[in-house]
């Protein structure tokens, strides 16, 4: 299912299948109810089963930007946010050489890689190690590393540079379509639905009141 | 057969569930090669050279070091050694046997072995020269003019980059040793019968590599110990003229 036909599920569910120009479904504030579902879907997953499945991760290929390098030892390049899974896991899943033989080893924060340094076998250098921050990554080998791949579970799968929203299956299996429809009904947008707004422009909390269009 | 650490990475990572990550490879690396020196076991040590500068009468062994077995300064060679002919008094063979030579410096690991040596009376201290390994460094005689020694001495079974070369043998314990640290470190993520039957695992295996490798030493060196035995009791007397 494209991400198109997922959110018009999902817009229909909420409305009862008639098209609808409220503001309270939006398709911005739709998308981030599906990924915030998904990511949820995707830790009690995780919780139960101890794997997360191949459908919910997407190939990525950073670019090397030259404009990004701000240092000759390391390659710097965009990343999209992950999705944490627990202390040991997260959604960095396969990170290494394009032909896959090789292995990068991932480390999610600045301290713990400055830790690694001081370490005979863990240092940089041996081994590529990527360091994941928020919205970038950091390549440190040997040598600068310009082209890599990776299988990652995003925290939008929107952002990942080779999705193509029209055509591309968005990331999550069939059995979690209805899980996925139960979670943003139930918690979000009955919520939303059920909410009166106070739709009159005159600076006092109207919403009690029924709404009366001006003639 | 020799394996790669990697492929104990692995299985370790199969055993933790932590196949869909590479955050915990580095510290997985880190405990199989832990695991891999603690095993103790005797081919754990093999017999290395290296070629190593002389700085300040000091030379500096490599890390993986462990005991020193001999030592010779390049580009000396025994040369114009004499030779002694012995008979033996029994059947009246004879045999040749170098010594006396110039050449021939005598090395010794403790001064006071050597001060030792002196007292016995045999005067042998004059060609004796002392040194000593410390920190690391191999520190030679103050007359010392070479600038490289060659070394062989006995140390860990390692690659180039320090980390310890691994027996196929050794998998299953190491993969055990590794998930057993992690489990304990992470402990909230595995449950304790888990945890306490690696540790199980890594114990039993860990002895019978141990018991492993004393026998298949036992087996190697069995033909020396033999020509020893035999060289002792059938031929004595060649024997000690070989040693003399």
Known sequence: MTFPEL????????????????????????????????????????????VVPPVYYQPYFPDYVEDMQDSANYSTFYMPDLIPLDGTSDGGGFVGSITCHQQFNQVNN?????????????????????????????????????????????????????????????????????????????????????????????????????????? | MKINIDQVITRTKFRLKLTNSTLANAYLEKLIDEGARHLDKIDNYIVNCAELDIDCIEAKLPDHYDELLCFKFPGTSCVGCCETVITNPADGTTATIPSGCGCRRIFVANRQLLTNFCDTGVNACWWGNTFEVQNGMLLLPTSTTATTIKVWYKGANVDDDGIMVLDEDSERALSAYAAFQFAVDNFKKYDRYQIESWKREWVAQKNWLKGSAVKKDHQLHLPAVAAIANAIFLDPWLTADRNM
């Open chain 1, 7 to 50: 959110r018009q599920r999902i817009i229909s569910g909420a409305v009862g299948g008639s098209m609808s120009a409220d503001v309270r479904f939006d398709f911005g504030y739709i998308d981030s109810l599906i990924n915030s579902a998904r990511a949820t879907l995707i830790k009690e997953l995780f919780k139960e089963i101890g």
């Open chain 1, 110 to 215: 600045r301290s713990e890689f400055a830790d690694m340094q001081r370490d005979r076998i863990m240092k940089a250098g041996r081994r590529a190690v990527v360091l994941i921050t928020k919205g970038r990554m950091e390549v440190h080998y040997k040598n600068k590393i310009k082209e890599f791949r990776m299988e990652i579970i995003a925290a939008d799968p929107l952002e990942v540079p080779s999705f193509n929203l029209n055509y591309d299956e968005y990331p999550i299996d069939a059995n979690s379509l209805s899980r996925l429809d139960d979670f943003i009904m139930k918690i979000h947008l009955d919520r939303a639905q059920n909410a009166v707004s106070d739709r009159i422009a005159n600076n006092r909390d109207d919403s009690s009141r029924p709404f009366k269009p001006q003639q």
